[in-house]
């Protein structure tokens, strides 16, 4: 295919040349209703691009399949056999490739370090999770994606389950061995679903970890405004194989998804996948070759430990690493993740990525350069200088990895929808949990509906919280108290 072409962007200059008025949505008119200051902040060039991809960029009657050949250019740039665009972000994108695997009270695998847009989809399709236990480094209290034999061994228990679903690269850039793992899968027919989300750059450099259309997953999800170029809400799902039909795939998509997509997401998702047929290896040769300087730069300032691949990669432990998520460890200056990434937001205007009880860690990418790296080391060598003054002595209670893991007592969606009450968090253990209780960021549910809650965990959620923890979706967000389910 002539991957030189960009189906919606072009649609996009059409539509702006043959001067139409539109007597449909979006109301805004093209900006001309618009709020001045509101275009003052935005751009005039917002509004003009943010037109109905129906009756606009294409025609309602006689498709000129503006969408359907940007997909399969997408497709056939990374190898994949159907690429479909989604504009909910991952978030709906993974949904919709469960939701093509298995139906309501059928078994999937899942590994337990799911994001919380898994949970979200096992408590909307009924689904039963069979939990795959990731690697844990109980010395750095931290968890590795789950391994093939993790995987082979669940299969065993549950041969019925309808497939597989692994998240990798996890937001710490450790990755599991996937081509192992879909081995696995492959030889009971079933298929393997990769949660991508942080991997839609994997594809377009030698030197990264192998993506997962390569390592033989049936379906792929990236989330393009991640790691790439687009635009948040931007994301991909990719298919190849048989095990999956294509038909079921885009069915469970137009399910879940939006009737309103956004042209300006499809067209950056569109400008990004020429963008790296053109220029990615290139533009990623610049951004391991930074990343590798500026971990080594980082890891000479005091108290600060950069994690490699000696730490997370190898037996018990992740199969690769992405560089470009630069993970630092401070603990050694006796402060938490929490409250250095919000000294280092006020004191020096950046924001990092992951904040955590012991690490902070900040994501490069194509786009980054000297200049954005010389703003975090002159930021991270302050944090250094001025570490003492961030000691809380709050310590945040970690249980070891045996106690982080709960019961699942009851079906996630059973529990969510079920009745429910509020309890004081000192009464909530061993009851049941009726709400998903996640850290953010990276956003991985410390506790699930339908788990049952310990002493451990509750204990780790609230001293976390008063180390600085954010628990987001909580119904008490202070976790004060806890939704749990109401005793027969």
């Given at each position: 295919?002539?991957?030189?072409?960009?189906?919606?962007l072009?649609?996009?200059?059409a539509?702006?040349?043959s001067?139409?008025?539109?007597?449909?949505?979006?109301?805004?008119?093209?900006?001309?209703?618009?709020?001045?200051r509101?275009?003052?902040?935005?751009?005039?060039?917002?509004?003009r691009?943010?037109?109905l991809a129906?009756?606009?960029?294409?025609?309602?009657?006689?498709?000129?399949?503006?969408l359907?050949?940007?997909?399969?250019?997408?497709?056939?740039?990374?190898?994949a056999e159907?690429?479909?665009?989604?504009t909910?972000?991952?978030?709906?994108?993974?949904?919709?490739a469960?939701?093509s695997?298995a139906?309501?009270h059928?078994?999937?695998?899942?590994?337990?370090?799911?994001?919380?847009?898994?949970?979200?989809?096992?408590?909307?399709?009924?689904?039963?999770?069979?939990?795959?236990?990731?690697?844990?480094?109980?010395?750095?209290h931290?968890?590795?994606?789950?391994?093939?034999?993790?995987?082979?061994?669940?299969?065993?228990?549950?041969?019925?389950?309808?497939?597989?679903?692994?998240?990798?690269?996890?937001?710490?850039?450790?990755?599991?061995?996937?081509?192992?793992?879909?081995?696995?899968?492959?030889?009971?027919?079933?298929?393997?679903i990769?949660?991508?989300?942080?991997g839609a750059?994997?594809?377009?450099?030698?030197?990264?970890?192998?993506?997962?259309?390569?390592?033989?997953?049936?379906?792929?999800?990236?989330?393009?405004?991640?790691?790439?170029?687009?635009?948040?809400?931007g994301?991909?799902?990719?298919?190849?194989g048989?095990?999956?039909r294509?038909?079921?795939?885009?069915?469970?998509?137009?399910?879940?998804?939006?009737?309103?997509?956004?042209?300006l997401?499809?067209?950056?998702?569109?400008?990004?996948?020429?963008?790296?047929?053109?220029?990615?290896?290139?533009?990623?040769?610049?951004?391991l070759?930074?990343?590798?300087k500026?971990?080594?730069?980082?890891?000479?300032?005091?108290?600060?430990?950069?994690?490699?691949?000696?730490d997370?990669?190898?037996?018990?432990?992740?199969?690769d690493?992405?560089?470009?998520?630069?993970?630092?460890?401070?603990?050694?200056r006796?402060?938490?993740g929490y409250?250095?990434?919000?000294w280092l937001?006020?004191?020096?205007?950046?924001?990092?990525?992951?904040?955590?009880?012991?690490?902070?860690?900040?994501q490069?990418?194509?786009?980054?350069?000297?200049?954005?790296?010389?703003?975090?080391?002159?930021?991270?060598?302050d944090?250094?200088?001025?570490?003492?003054?961030?000691?809380?002595?709050q310590?945040?209670?970690?249980?070891?990895?045996?106690r982080?893991?709960?019961?699942?007592?009851?079906?996630?969606?059973?529990?969510?929808?079920?009745?429910?009450?509020?309890?004081?968090?000192?009464e909530?253990?061993?009851?049941?949990?009726?709400?998903m209780l996640?850290?953010?960021?990276?956003?991985?549910?410390?506790?699930?509906?339908?788990?049952?809650?310990?002493?451990?965990?509750?204990?780790?959620?609230?001293?976390?919280?008063?180390?600085g923890?954010?628990?987001?979706?909580?119904?008490?967000?202070?976790?004060?108290?806890?939704?749990?389910?109401?005793?027969?």
């Open positions: 295919m002539d991957q030189s072409k960009a189906p919606v072009d649609a996009l200059a539509y702006h040349e001067s139409q008025t539109p007597f449909t949505p979006p109301g805004h008119k093209q900006g001309r209703g618009a709020d001045p509101v275009r003052a902040v935005l751009g005039e060039a917002v509004f691009s943010d037109v129906t009756s606009g960029l294409d025609d309602r009657t006689s498709s000129h399949g503006v359907e050949e940007a997909q399969a250019l997408m497709a056939d740039d990374v190898g159907h690429a479909f665009f989604s909910c972000g991952s978030s709906l994108s993974v949904k919709s469960m939701l695997v139906g309501p059928e078994k999937l695998l899942v590994g337990r370090d799911a994001h919380k847009s898994v949970v979200s989809g096992l408590i909307l399709s009924g689904i039963r999770p069979v939990w795959v236990d990731p690697q844990w480094d109980a010395e750095r931290l968890a590795h994606p789950p391994t093939a034999e993790a995987f082979e061994a669940a299969f065993a228990e549950h041969p019925d389950a309808r497939g597989a679903l692994v998240t990798t690269p996890t937001p710490y850039g450790t990755c599991s061995d996937l081509a192992a793992i879909a081995a696995v899968c492959h030889r009971r027919g079933r298929p393997l990769v949660d991508e989300a942080w750059h994997l594809p377009f450099h030698p030197d990264l970890p192998t993506w997962a259309m390569d390592a033989g997953a049936d379906v792929c999800v990236t989330s393009v405004h991640k790691m790439g170029s687009g635009l948040e809400q994301s991909v799902f990719h298919l190849q048989d095990l999956v294509p038909e079921v795939l885009k069915s469970r998509e137009d399910l879940l998804g939006t009737t309103s997509p956004s042209s997401v499809y067209a950056a998702l569109d400008g990004w996948r020429r963008q790296m047929v053109e220029q990615g290896e290139a533009l990623y040769d610049h951004a070759a930074l990343a590798q500026t971990r080594e730069r980082i890891s000479r300032i005091d108290g600060m430990h950069v994690h490699g691949r000696d997370f990669c190898g037996p018990g432990r992740a199969a690493l992405d560089p470009l998520q630069i993970i630092i460890d401070i603990s050694a006796e402060v938490t409250h250095a990434a919000d937001r006020d004191k020096h205007r950046i924001n990092l990525h992951i904040a955590d009880h012991r690490r902070i860690s900040a490069l990418t194509h786009a980054d350069d000297s200049d954005t790296a010389e703003v975090l080391l002159t930021a991270l060598t944090l250094s200088a001025h570490a003492a003054e961030l000691r809380t002595g310590p945040v209670d970690v249980p070891p990895p045996s982080l893991r709960l019961e699942q007592a009851a079906l996630p969606r059973d529990a969510f929808f079920g009745r429910t009450e509020q309890v004081p968090w000192q909530a253990e061993g009851r049941v949990a009726a709400e996640t850290p953010y960021p990276p956003g991985i549910p410390a506790a699930l509906p339908g788990e049952r809650l310990t002493g451990d965990v509750l204990r780790y959620l609230r001293t976390g919280v008063e180390a923890m954010v628990v987001p979706d909580a119904a008490d967000t202070e976790v004060t108290s806890v939704r749990v389910l109401c005793e027969e």
